[in-house]
């Protein structure tokens, strides 16, 4: 089962920051929060993730909160080509551990 | 990152018949996962195929419904054997890229009729 809870959908203007968030309350020290989105029709596409310092890259912001036990994905200026299932996974570090996806949220982007 | 192929793209396919999803990956990766996704639904690991070894399944999957092949570091295959309407999905395969992450194929869309 997933070990993540995440709202079932959102909405979201077009230029604005779109902000998803995630609890996982049950992260224990050694678990990972990582960030995948699945636009239609196509396979999961990897954005961001972290353990327990913020992190960014050129897709997105990942905020943890200092207990670790909830995070906020943020897209900074969201487009139309941001509509997508976001899913927030809780995984172990290491080799072969396995991605348990849960239901996501459904992001939409409206102009 | 990594740059997943798989063929075919989608098939439509009659009940009792078996079809073999391919899976290439651009670079050697040890770590390669088969994953479904049904209609309206997340994705759920199949199983995990490293070159040299026995596929490892998860619960509800069996070697005989889903065999699968991995004969080097750039390449699998996966076959959905004697199909029902209940197999109509999308088979996703990923790849372990290090210790951190997966990368996913673009999936195979699979109808049962």
């Known amino acids: 089962d997933a070990k993540t809870t995440q709202p079932p959908s959102m909405d979201c203007a077009e230029g604005r920051a779109a902000n998803l968030p995630c609890n996982h309350s049950?992260?224990?020290?050694?678990?990972?929060v990582y960030w995948y989105r699945q636009i239609h029709s196509q396979g999961p596409q990897y954005i961001i993730h972290?353990?327990?310092n913020n992190e960014t890259n050129e897709m997105a912001s990942l905020i943890i909160t200092e207990d670790r036990k909830s995070s906020t994905l943020i897209l900074p200026h969201a487009t139309l080509r941001d509509t997508a299932v976001y899913y927030c996974i809780v995984r172990e570090y290491g080799y072969g551990q396995n991605f348990v996806f849960g239901p996501g949220t459904r992001l939409s982007v409206l102009p | 990152s990594a740059v997943i192929s798989q063929k075919p793209s989608r098939d439509i396919c009659q009940r009792g018949t078996s079809l073999t999803i391919q899976c290439q990956v651009d670079?050697?990766?040890?770590?390669m996962f088969w994953y479904r996704q049904q209609p309206g639904q997340s994705l759920t690991l199949i199983a995990t195929?490293?070159?040299?070894?026995?596929?490892?399944?998860e619960s509800g999957f069996v070697i005989d419904k889903f065999p699968i092949s991995r004969p080097n570091l750039t390449f699998s295959t996966l076959t959905v054997s004697n199909m029902s309407p209940e197999d109509s999905s999308i088979y996703l395969c990923?790849?372990?890229?290090?210790?951190?992450?997966?990368?996913f194929g673009p999936g195979t869309r699979l109808l049962v009729l």
């Open positions: 670079s050697q990766v040890t770590m």
């Open positions: 972290g353990l327990k």
């Open positions: 049950t992260i224990s020290g050694n678990e990972y």
């Open positions: 990923s790849v372990g890229r290090g210790q951190e992450t997966q990368y």
């Open positions: 195929a490293n070159q040299g070894s026995e596929a490892t399944y």
